[in-house]
Structure formats: C-alpha cells, structure tokens
C-alpha cells in the first residue's frame, strides 16, 4: 500500500509539471531569460561554426591593429577596442563560446560527482556518511581560490584543465546539500515503506529519492553554471585563464582593467554580458524549479 | 550527545592531520621554486640558492620535511621563507582585520539574506516575491572584481569619500568613536560586496525551504487549531526552514581566505586573501602549510557547530 | 519568542544600514589635516627593511632613506663619498721564486725599474720565505703587474695556479678539505698554498704549479670526491686593495657612533651564509678586511675585479645591534624595526597598510625638511592611481599607457628617466632552430621595434641595442638598430632554406617554422609584446604560438632551458659587469646564460672587463662587447622602457646642501632620475627653515 502511495505521490509531480508548463511560458521573467540563454547558446554554436570555416565576423579578434587603440565604441567598433586595436565586441562573441563550455561542462562533472556522493551518503548513513561527508569536509576546509590556483599551476592553464578544476572543486556543495534532502527524505514514510518492501537501494534512490531531491538538485545545478562563468571570469581576471590570444569575457576585463579609467567600456561591457548571462541562468533555473514543484 | 561531541572531536582531530598532510603534498608538488629573490636578479649565485635550500630543510626527503613543517608549526619555530619571519605572527597580524571582515559579510549575509528569503517566502507567487527573487539573482550573478571597481571608482575619484586601507590617512580623529565608525566604514563595504553572493544564495534556500515547510502536515494542523499565520510562521515552519541555513554557515567559512583576494586587493584591505595568494605565487611552502591549516581548523569548527545546530534544530535528524 | 525573533530579523539589517549611513556620514565629516608628510604607494609590503637581506623593489625603496654605503652616485652616476670621506685604490702582487736567490735578483732588477717606472709606483718587500716578493702598485688590475714580469728573470719565476674546487654533493664529508691539506705533503705546496672558503662546499686555492693537483684528485677519486670548476694559470697574484677613510661625523639612530667595525660587520654578514644575501656574489672575491682604527678600512681581493668599487654602494647596517645575534632571528626584530644613519628614522610598521619614517635631526648632513615620510601598500594598479588622483599619495610611478591622459591633464606634470632595463625575447641557442644566426637575424629585421615603443610604451622609451642601457656610461651609441624590413627576414630566412610551405607557414625539411614562445603573467607588458610578435610573425610565415605562466614557474622553464624562446626584462647595474648573464660557463641549471650563449670572444671580453680598472679602456671593452653580442641577436633586443612618474604641479621642490651652502631647485629629471635626492624634498607649503 505504501509502495502505491509513493507512486500515487511521483504522479501526482508529473500531472502538476504538465500543467505548469504552461504557467512558465506565461511569466515573462522567465522567458526573456530563456531567450537571452537560447540566444547565447545560439551565438556561442555559430561563432564556433563560423571560425571553424574561417569567417570572422564582424571582425578577426584577434588581429592588432595598433592604431586603433582604444577607441570609443562607434558604428564600425560596436564595442570600441582593447590597448592592442582589437575589436572587443567580436572579442566577446568568442568569449560567449568559452563562457558557455566552461559553464555547461564545469556543472555536469560536479553535478554528477556531487549528486552521486550526496545521495549515497545521504542513503546510506551511518559509517558510509560519515567517510563520504569527512572527505567532504576536509576538501571544503581547503580555500577552494587556493585549491583552483594550485591546481591550474599543477596542470598547466588551458580550457580543459579550467573545466576540469573547476568542476572537481565545486561538487561539495550539491554533495551536502543532496545529502542534507536525503538525511530527511530517508525519514519518511514511504522511502521507509519502499524498504520494507524489499526494494533494491539504487532502484531506491533513483526512483524515489532522486525525484524528490530534485528542487534542490536543480537549484544547486541552475546555480553551478552562472557560478562556473564567474569563476572562470574571476581566474582569468588574475591571469590564470586560457591561453592568449584566446579571448574570454573575463580576460578581456583582465587585460583593461588598467585602462579602465581612459576605456571603461572594457571593464563595462564585458562585466555586464557576464552579469546579464548569469542572470538569465539563474531567473530560468528558478522558474524550472517552480515548475518542478 | 557527549559521546556523539566526542567522536566528532576525534574527527576533526583527524582531519586536521590528514588535511596538513595533503596540503604539504600539493603546495611541493606545484611546479615553481620558492626563493625569496622573485627577481631575475644575476647577482644572485646558485651557491646561494643551495645554501637556501638547507636553512628550510628543503634538500631533505620529503616526509622529513613535513614532519620538520608540522614540529616547527606547532612548537610556533615556522618561519615564512620570504622574510623568516614566524608564519604564525604574520597570521595572527592579519587574522583581526580579516575576521572583522568575514563576520561582518556573514552578518550582512545571514540577516539580509534572511530577510529576503522570508520576504519572497510570504509573498510567494506574488509580484514582491518576483522581484525579490530578481534581486537576489541580481546580486548573485554580480561578478564582484566588477562591481568593487564601480563602486572604488565612484566613491573615491567621483565623490571624493576614502575608502582604501583599514580607516582614513592622515586624519586627527575628534575621539575614539569616530575612529572606530571611520574604520567600521572601510569595512562595510567591502564586507558588502563580500557578502552578496551569499546573502543571495541563503535568501533562495531560505526561501524554498519555508515554502517547502508550509506544504507539512503540521502546518496545515496549526491553521486548523485556529493559530494566527504569523504565529504559524515564526513558531513551526521557520525553526524548520533553517536547516539550509545552517548548512550555510558551515559553507561561508572557507571564504576566509580565498573569497576575499580580489576585494582585498582592490580595497587595499590588509587581511588574509593577500597573504595566502602572495603565499601562492611566492611558493612559500611554510605559509601555505600553516595558513591551510589554520584554515581547516576553523572551518572544522564551523562545520562542528553547524552540525550541532543542525541537531537541534531538527531532531528528526538522529545522532548516530 | 515571536516578537524576539521578528525582532532580531528586522533588527540586524536595521542596525546594518544604519551603521553605513552614519560611517559614511563620519567619514564624509572628517577633514584631512595636512601635514608635513610626504606619502609615496608602493603596490607590495616590503619584505624586509634589512638591506642586506632585502631583494624587493619596495624594500629598496624604503632602506634608501634609513641606510647609507660607503659610497654613493651622484646625479650623474658617478661614484661619491658618502660615509666615506676618501678612498683609493692599489694592489698587492706576489711573485713567487723557485729559491730565494732569484727573489734576491728580481727584487734588485726592480728597484731599477723603479725609476724607470714612477706610474708603477712600486713599493717592494719580500715575506719571510723570502721566496716570494710582494709588491704594492698604485693601480690594481693585470697590466702592471704583467709587464712587470715581463722584466723579471722568466726562468726563476715559478708559476701559481688558482683552482677553484668543489665537493660532489652527493657525498658530504665534511672533513674533505682538511684532509686534502694534511695529506699531501708536496714540498711546495704548503708553503705556497692559499686557501680561502667560499662556501661551505666550495673552496679556493692558490699553490705553485709543479704540485698538479688534477693528477692528486684523479688518483684518489675514491678518497676525494672533489671536482675542478675553475682553473687559471699566473705568473704572480695579483689582490687588489681599497682604502677607506671614514667620516668621523656619523651616528645610528640610537645614538652610537658609526665605525669601521660597522663596515667589516656587513661585509662578514654578506658572507655569512645564514644571512644569505643577495649581495654576495659582489664580496666573494674580498680576502680580507683590515680596521687598523675605528676609520680606517683596508679591503683586500684575491683577483682583480672592477666591480668591487661599485659594490661598496651597498648600505651599512650596525655591528653593534646585530653582531651578536642568531641572523635567523633578525626577521622579527632588526629587520621590522631597522636602525641606520640615514636622514630618516624607522617609525612604524603596519603589517600590509604603510610604513612610517620620521626625520633623523642628526643626520650628518643635516636633518631633512620633511618631517616624515609613509609609504602606503596599495597592491592594486589601478587603486594606486586613485589614491594618486585623490592626494593620498603624492607620486605616482605610472604605467606608460596612464602616461597619455596625465600629460593631457594640467594639474599634473611628469617626469620621464631613462631606465635601467630592457625588455628582449631570448632565443634558446641550444634548440637546433635558434642555432642559425640568421634565423635570429631574420627575426630582428620582422620586428617592428618603434611601432611597439610607440604603441605599448606610449612613445617612453628607446630601442634597445644590446646589453647596456642608454644611461649607462659604457653604453655604446655607435650600434645602429636593426631595422623594421621584412624583405630582408624573407630572405635571411629563405637564404637559411625555410621556404613558405601550402599553409603559409615556412618550413624546412618537413619541419615547419614554429616554435613556443613564454611568458609571464607577472608582468603586465609580456603578454602584450608576445601578441605583437604573434601579429608579426605570422605575416612573414612564422607560427610562434604563445604559453603564458604564472611567474614562479615561468622562472623554473627558464632555469631549466625548457623553452624555445622567452619574453624577458633584465635590470642592470649601473657598472658593466656582465660575466654571470653572457659568459659560456653560467650556462647550467639556474644560471643567468640561461639562453646558452656561447662565444669564445665574448668570455674573454667579459673577463677583461673584470680585470681592468681604468675607465677608458674598460669603456673601450664594454663597447665591443655591446656590438658583438648585439650582432649575435642571441635576443631579440626590444626597447629599453623610461621610469615615468606623475606628481601633483608644482607640490614639491628641492633644497640639498653642497660644499657651497644650498641649492634651492625645482624638481627636474637628470641622469640618476627625477628623484635623486629625495631626502631633501620639501613641500611647498613647508619651506625650509635653513
């Protein structure tokens, strides 16, 4: 019977997302964000093709042209230019491809590190928890900035190894909170009942816990890609970015920020398409997440 | 409870020798080599440099090494290599200005997160709550190096206010007190800044965590028992929400160091994020071993604390 | 419990804000009392006010006003007294005779000479073996003593050898070097024996040369794990000597008098390996210091070394406080609260905020105008340049591209020095591809040089040609640049067999021109020039892809030879010695030949350059030096950027006393810098009581 009310309960979720699409479509936050996003990942797939073929447009960001330095944004540089004459608005158009790599990839490794330790621990219990959870702690006691330099200094800046940093460093978080929903869903009465039953803890967990977890999982996702781009924004800031001449939005803020005071619109822009990117992510995420619930 | 104190005193015991074993590990594995002399000084002889490495041990083994670190930490002889001077004296310098800096974002961040969460949480599908969800995301997704240049520039070339530093130069200050409010002003905003993120982030937790608590049964057994919803909220359904919260607390810690460089550096803000990142860059193996363990020291007794609270608040979470 | 709790909630965020507006409202109510102070930034804590110990730019510039040297340069980069009131210089050169019979000749022959001579001005005595005959010269340096020996009876003279030795590190028995000296029992040998410690695992010898110790250490391997790093051949020694006599008018901070005990403290501190100083490698070739009174100073040198006037520059820290103390223990106490005979003293120290000198009233030229002087910490470049705007530091070390809108601005004026660096991109010599000059060449003639002074370095500086820098008085200004032609790489370079392949990129052999070039994100110019030459480069079909690293581990490829080329800056001295960056033996792990710079020529420039005391011909040295390396191209030579600095108009001026009483002046730029002189600043509303 309880098994039953525990499948009752997962139905009763898929009816009330069906009828809440609806209601997502219908908050304008919601899908100005969507389409901000959408037309980020659309512009970061394009501008990938397009070089792939060796078209640049509306310029080549990485050709110098020293005099052109720093000018104002105007009709020909929509963005101005760096200290080196380069185009900062098709500069930026490259940086949405990194932004959105280093995003995407970033959450999915420590997404699927996190919510696979989180909800085995949060399981499990006892002695399992207790190692998964000091291993946890342990690594949150190191400061994660200093964690991140020594790390891209062991393996060398580039994308990858970026990506890779970033997204093994940041799944404490989705572990504990995943662990902290699975400590009280463990608690309840049907997961209790489903054990009774007999059921196998995998099927468990995947079937009955997962879905129930999935709020907070979302959130911790939604949250992990706009915190991926600032990181990757923040690292690069201090020059332990990708390789130049490889733009980001977050070298490119790096290497004007000396400038800042005769070309703000080095520092500005950059700052705000990273602003705005994060942002769209996060509205998005959260009217996701209603929509879960 | 005592036992259950016990064993977790055990295990940060534990921890900490295991994190000081896996930080000295990391910190001589990087690539780089931790002279003093970051120049590329050519009076500088390879004699020199051998004579370096045998004042910090540093032609050792490695195990030595680090049980020649660990003795030295503890028996307060670890001296940084870039000026010997002991590491725990120049941490001890910092440490003032950078909690006063940390618990003040936390403060920042815990009550007007708070705040906010519980704002969007009452008003929940209202417009408030849009918009309180708005500037929450608003505030997370603000990367902080940019908004600390916005607001250094405004304030001190377009307003003329100071701001850089501990408190003001070059002043007589009338009394004590208004020193003290001139230094509570070069902190506050960095502690700001600081603290959006996370003020962000609490007030979405909070928030989907009070929701989430007024869908219980029990809270639909209050309403029925007649209680005023007000009552209902801050009795039941907030004491249950705080669980995220406290998770919370134990998570901020860590940002001691690490959170604070960028801001440190742009506030001109003499605290720990500077010493641990020129720690880094210089390779100063003492400085890092000892900072990273100081570190995981009070991050385990924010994480003990949180864990605590976390049973108290919540007894359905059972101490075993 | 409710109204607790909504309290506390409404409360905290309350308190918060209202603490903000009524700080901000303080803060804003608060009046800058201005005063007597004069506040530079510096963008890193200094790491030790120890100026023997001190590497760091910040430090330097804080020592500068606590510390003197013996001697100083002046405006024009000459060398003047400072706590010297004179000095000179000889030598001591030792023959060595087979037997005392030819001594007894040479020594008769050379009275003679005497006369013949005076410039020699020769002073002979023979030691006690009366084998050997010192001599004393009036100028140090090889050439005297050479045709001195010239004169002498050749078949008489006995030859000594100087050998430099080292101990195997793997095998570290300390009673090595004693037992060398116990068991070899060469009749000559230990008469004629010198021996002086470098360090703890190397030594140097001087003996005759019929004893040959190579044949000794070969066959005891086994016993004497030593080796021979250096070996040379003489007639005679030749040990430089300087003579100091000190000013009897100079105090410490605290009080005491200053001495030549002081100076020997130093120099031994240098030497001590405990202290590991960065300025060693200037004292290692001291021999012995004499303090026949407290000021007098006799420095004795085992060769001839032409940079050993200069050193004496170094700053001179106080027997008294240190001589008896553990020097691993200085870091927390002299090195924080240091005590020297500058025109300031020591105030306080807040750990990453400022430091704080006041002035010295009895500084031995008088005290200074200022009454004192912080130095605020300000690590971020752009922060430093607000804190400049808005008055809270009165200079302003700017950066070139900051230069543009300050010279635009009338409320500032700025000053711009000929530097002591230049920037270059060294090529690793020992990569096959690097190996042909004219590749080297043909890379030189693809750079445009000017366009990158003009564009990076706003117009503040000049093309670098070769190793000296333009303010440097043995620079040579006759080398010609080379130009900007890219016709010319073309064809060096096919000349060189890299033709221009399918893909636009050159290739030789199957092998395509392309190489990695380093840099550092420790320097905000590197990154920069390394794009520009990517630019260049890749119009005239040569692939150069770039790696940039943080700065220690840059360093570590470059220790190592890890690279193909590099992005670099040297910061020279003001002397011309140059041995330890371009002589072939500084090539190994960490030494300063990092790029394998290898010409036969050059070395013996370089050691000629060391051996010779007289300014023109060492001028004449350095030159051919300066045009040979320069048309090796074993860098591409960039530029040598100019020390710009902004200031507030018209907020400072001068006034430093002379032999003739006081010049009042204007600040303005010489060749030591817009700042020489700064203990004797004054602001303009705190004139000079005089």
Redesign the interface.
């Known amino acids: 019977m309880e098994q039953k009310k525990a499948d009752d309960q997962q139905k009763l979720l898929q009816n009330n997302s069906k009828s809440n699409f609806t209601h997502f479509f219908k908050n304008p936050?919601a899908l100005i964000a969507l389409i901000i996003v959408l037309f980020l990942a659309l512009v970061a797939v394009a501008v990938s093709i397009l070089s792939y073929y060796g078209i640049e447009w509306p310029m080549n960001p990485?050709?110098?042209h020293?005099d052109a330095?720093l000018l104002q944004p105007s009709l020909e540089h929509w963005i101005g230019t760096d200290?080196?004459g380069r185009d900062v608005f098709s500069r930026m158009l490259h940086g949405t491809v990194i932004s959105m790599t280093v995003g995407f990839t970033a959450v999915a490794v420590s997404l699927s590190i996190g919510v696979s330790i989180g909800a085995v621990a949060g399981y499990c219990?006892?002695k399992i928890d207790?190692i998964l959870m000091?291993s946890v702690?342990?690594l949150?006691?190191?400061?994660?900035?200093?964690?991140i330099?020594?790390a891209v200094?062991?393996l060398?800046?580039s994308l990858i190894n970026i990506i890779v940093v970033i997204g093994l460093i940041s799944w404490t978080?989705t572990a504990?909170?995943v662990r902290?929903e699975f400590?009280?869903l463990r608690?309840t009465e049907y997961v209790y009942a489903a054990r009774i039953l007999g059921q196998r803890w995998w099927k468990l967990i995947i079937r009955h816990m997962l879905p129930n977890a999935a709020?907070?999982i979302l959130?911790t996702a939604i949250?992990g890609i706009?915190e991926a781009i600032?990181a990757e924004?923040?690292l690069s800031?201090?020059?332990?970015g990708v390789?130049?001449?490889q733009a980001t939005w977050g070298n490119i803020?790096a290497?004007g920020?000396?400038?800042?005071?005769?070309a703000w619109w080095l520092?500005f822009f950059p700052?705000l398409a990273?602003?705005?990117?994060?942002?769209s992510f996060?509205?998005l995420g959260?009217a996701l997440?209603e929509v879960a619930? | 409870m005592l036992s259950f104190i016990l064993h977790r005193l055990f295990?940060t015991f534990f921890?900490l020798f295991?994190?000081s074993l896996?930080?000295f590990f990391?910190?001589t594995?990087?690539?780089?080599s931790p002279y003093p002399w970051g120049e590329m000084n050519p009076k500088i002889s390879p004699e020199l440099k051998e004579a370096f490495r045998k004042k910090f041990h540093l032609d050792r083994p490695l195990p030595v090494q680090y049980y020649l670190m660990l003795h030295d930490l503890f028996t307060g002889k670890l001296r940084s290599m870039k000026d010997e001077l002991p590491v725990l004296r120049k941490i001890l310098d910092r440490l003032p200005a950078s909690l006063r800096l940390n618990i003040t974002a936390m403060l920042f961040s815990l009550s007007c997160g708070t705040l906010l969460g519980i704002y969007g949480a009452r008003h929940a599908g209202h417009w408030h709550d849009?918009l309180s969800?708005?500037l929450a995301?608003?505030l997370?997704?603000?990367?902080?190096?940019?908004i600390s240049?916005l607001v250094v520039?405004g304030l001190v070339?377009h307003v003329g206010i100071p701001i850089l530093g501990t408190q003001s130069y070059g002043i007589d200050f009338p009394n004590e007190f208004s020193r003290w409010l001139d230094q509570t002003w070069h902190l506050i905003l960095p502690a700001l800044i600081l603290s959006l993120g996370a003020l962000a982030?609490q007030s979405?937790?909070l928030r989907?965590s009070i929701?989430?608590t007024l869908r219980e049964h029990y809270i639909l057994t209050a309403h029925a028992k007649g209680l005023s919803s007000s009552a209902i909220f801050y009795k039941h359904a907030l004491r249950n929400s705080l669980?995220?919260l406290i998770?919370g607390i134990?998570?901020l810690l860590?940002?001691?160091?690490?959170?604070t460089?960028?801001i440190e550096s742009i506030f001109a803000y003499p605290g720990m994020?500077q010493l641990?990142?020129q720690a880094?860059l210089e390779r100063d193996y003492p400085m890092?071993v000892a900072?990273?363990f100081i570190?995981?020291a009070l991050?385990?007794i924010g994480?003990f604390i949180s864990d605590l609270l976390y049973a108290v608040v919540?007894p359905?979470?059972r101490l075993? | 419990m409710m109204n607790y709790v909504r309290s506390l909630l409404y409360g905290i965020p309350l308190f918060l804000v209202l603490l903000f507006v009524v700080s901000l409202l303080n803060t804003a109510s608060l009046t800058v009392k201005k005063e007597n102070e004069m506040s530079l930034g510096i963008n890193a804590e200094p790491v030790t006010l120890n100026p023997i110990q001190q590497s760091d730019a910040s430090s330097a510039l804080v020592t500068g006003f606590l510390f003197n040297g013996l001697l100083k340069e002046n405006e024009n980069l000459e060398l003047v007294g400072s706590l010297a009131s004179e000095w000179s210089l000889n030598q001591i050169t030792t023959f060595y005779f087979l037997n005392s019979l030819g001594a007894e000749r040479a020594k008769v022959i050379l009275e003679k000479e005497k006369i013949a001579h005076p410039e020699w001005g020769i002073d002979t005595s023979l030691t006690k073996h009366a084998t050997q005959l010192k001599l004393t010269l009036h100028e140090p340096g090889y050439r005297h003593s050479e045709s001195i020996s010239q004169s002498l009876p050749k078949e008489s003279l006995l030859p000594v050898q100087t050998v430099r030795l080292q101990r195997d590190p793997k095998n570290s028995n300390p009673s090595i070097f004693e037992l060398l000296l116990t068991t070899i029992s060469e009749p000559y040998f230990k008469e004629h024996l010198q021996r002086t410690r470098r360090s703890d695992d190397c030594e140097e010898w001087v003996f005759a040369s019929s004893f040959s110790l190579q044949n000794f250490l070969e066959k005891n391997a086994s016993h004497f794990p030593l080796k021979i790093t250096h070996q040379e051949t003489h007639l005679f020694t030749a040990e430089p000597v300087i003579n100091f006599t000190l000013r009897h008018d100079v105090c410490w901070h605290d009080g005491v008098p200053f001495t030549s005990a002081d100076v020997a403290f130093t120099c031994h501190a240098i030497m001590d390996d405990r202290v590991a100083s960065p300025l060693r490698s200037y004292f290692e070739l001291v021999s012995k210091i004499e303090t026949p009174d407290p000021w007098h100073l006799t420095v004795h040198y085992r060769h001839p070394f032409s940079p050993a006037l200069n050193s004496w520059t170094i700053p001179i820290i106080p027997a008294h406080l240190l001589e008896n103390k553990d020097p691993s223990l200085w870091g927390s106490s002299f090195n924080r609260h240091p005590v020297g005979t500058g025109p300031f003293c020591f105030e306080a120290w807040k750990s990453n905020e400022y430091v704080r000198l006041k002035k010295n009233n009895h500084y031995f030229l008088g005290a200074p105008w200022l009454e004192s002087i912080a130095f605020r910490i300000l690590p971020d470049?752009?922060t430093l340049?607000l804190a400049f705007e808005t008055h809270q530091i009165d200079f302003w070390d700017a950066?070139p591209?900051?230069i543009?809108?300050c010279s635009e601005d009338r409320r500032f004026e700025i000053f711009a020095t000929p530097g002591n660096s230049y920037t270059y991109v060294g090529w690793n010599s020992r990569r096959p591809l690097f190996a042909d000059i004219r590749v080297r060449q043909a890379l030189a003639h693809a750079v445009n040089i000017p366009?990158m002074i003009?564009?990076l370095l706003y117009g503040n500086g000049v093309p670098s040609t070769g190793i000296f820098t333009p303010r440097m008085w043995c620079y040579n200004d006759s080398i010609k640049p080379f130009s900007y032609n890219p016709k010319k790489a073309a064809a060096l370079l096919d000349q060189a067999g890299w033709k221009i392949g399918h893909d636009g990129i050159r290739s030789r052999a199957g092998k395509r021109l392309s190489f990695t070039l380093l840099t550092s994100?420790?320097s905000?110019i590197g990154?920069?020039i390394?794009?520009?030459l990517?630019?260049k480069f890749r119009k005239n079909g040569i692939e150069m892809k770039?790696?940039?690293?943080?700065w220690t581990?840059y360093l570590k490829k470059l220790q190592e030879h890890d690279f193909d080329a590099v992005v670099a800056a040297w910061t020279l001295p003001d002397d011309c010695d140059q041995y330890d960056l371009w002589n072939s033996n500084q090539y190994f792990a960490g030494g300063y030949n990092y790029t394998g710079y290898n010409n036969p020529h050059v070395d013996q420039l370089l050691q000629e350059i060391r051996n010779e005391y007289r300014r023109p011909e060492v001028i004449s040295l350095a030159k051919e030096l300066q045009q040979t390396i320069y048309q090796d191209q074993p860098y591409l030579f960039l530029f040598v950027p100019k020390h710009t600095s902004v200031l507030w108009k018209g907020s400072y001026r001068l006034c430093y006393p002379t032999d003739h009483g006081f010049v009042d002046r204007p600040l303005e730029p010489c060749k030591a810098g817009w700042n020489y002189n700064m203990e004797w600043f004054y602001r303009k509303d705190y004139p000079p009581i005089k």
């Open positions: 936050v990485n050709e110098t020293l330095r200290h080196l219990g006892g207790q000091r702690d342990a949150l006691c190191f400061p994660t900035f200093f964690l330099l020594t200094a062991l060398g800046p978080g504990r909170l902290a400590l009280t608690e709020a907070v959130i949250l706009p600032l924004a923040g800031f201090l020059g332990f390789q130049p001449p803020i290497d920020k000396n400038y800042f005071l005769d520092i700052g990273i602003l705005m990117t994060a942002l996060y509205l959260d997440r619930e | 295990l921890l295991v994190i896996i930080s990391i910190v594995l990087t690539p780089g849009l969800s708005f995301f608003l997370i997704a603000l990367p902080g190096f940019w240049y520039i070339k982030i979405r937790y989907a929701i989430e669980r995220p998770t134990g998570m860590p940002s001691l160091i690490s959170g460089v960028i994020g641990g990142y880094v890092l900072l990273n570190v995981a991050v385990l994480n919540d359905r979470v075993e | 470049p752009l340049r950066a591209w900051a543009k809108g366009e003009q564009y994100n420790g905000s990154p920069d390394a794009l520009l990517q630019d770039i790696e940039t690293y943080e581990v």
